[in-house]
C-alpha cells in the first residue's frame, strides 16, 4: 500500500523559512518523480514543484516559487523535502506531496498545514 506521510508544516512569520519532508513507503521511492502540491482555503489545487528520478534528479518549480522553494529528494531515506523561504501570505495552504509526475495527482498524503501570518 502506497502512503505518502507529511510534516514540517506550522505557522511561520511573512520572510521565515520552513522544511517540509514526506515519508513515503509502500513502493520503489527512487524509481519515481515526485511532486509538492498545495491548496490554499477556498482554492483549487495548485502545483508547486516536482523533482525527477534517477541519478539526474533534476527540478521545476511554479513561477511564483522559483528562487524561494527548493525541493530535493533522499532516496536512502525515501524522503521528499520541501525547503520554503521567503514565505509570504499567499503561500498559506495545505501542503501535500504526490507520487508521480502526473496531472492531477493520483496518490497524495494527507497534507501538512502551513500558515504564514505576523
Known amino acids: 500500500e502506497v502512503q505518502l506521510v507529511e510534516s514540517g508544516g506550522g505557522l511561520v512569520q511573512p520572510g521565515g523559512s520552513l522544511r517540509l519532508a514526506c515519508a513515503a513507503s509502500g513502493f520503489t521511492f527512487s524509481n519515481f518523480a515526485m511532486q509538492w502540491v498545495r491548496q490554499a482555503p477556498g482554492k483549487g489545487l495548485e502545483w508547486v514543484s516536482t523533482?525527477?528520478?534517477?541519478?539526474?534528479?533534476?527540478?521545476t518549480y511554479a513561477e511564483s516559487m522559483k528562487g524561494r522553494f527548493t525541493i530535493s529528494r533522499d532516496n536512502a531515506k525515501n524522503t521528499l523535502y520541501l525547503q520554503m523561504d521567503n514565505l509570504k501570505p499567499e503561500d498559506t495552504a495545505v501542503y501535500y506531496c504526490a507520487k508521480g509526475p502526473n496531472w492531477p495527482p493520483q496518490t497524495r498524503g494527507q497534507g501538512t498545514q502551513v500558515t504564514v501570518s505576523s
Open positions: 523533482i525527477f528520478s534517477g541519478y539526474y534528479g533534476g527540478a
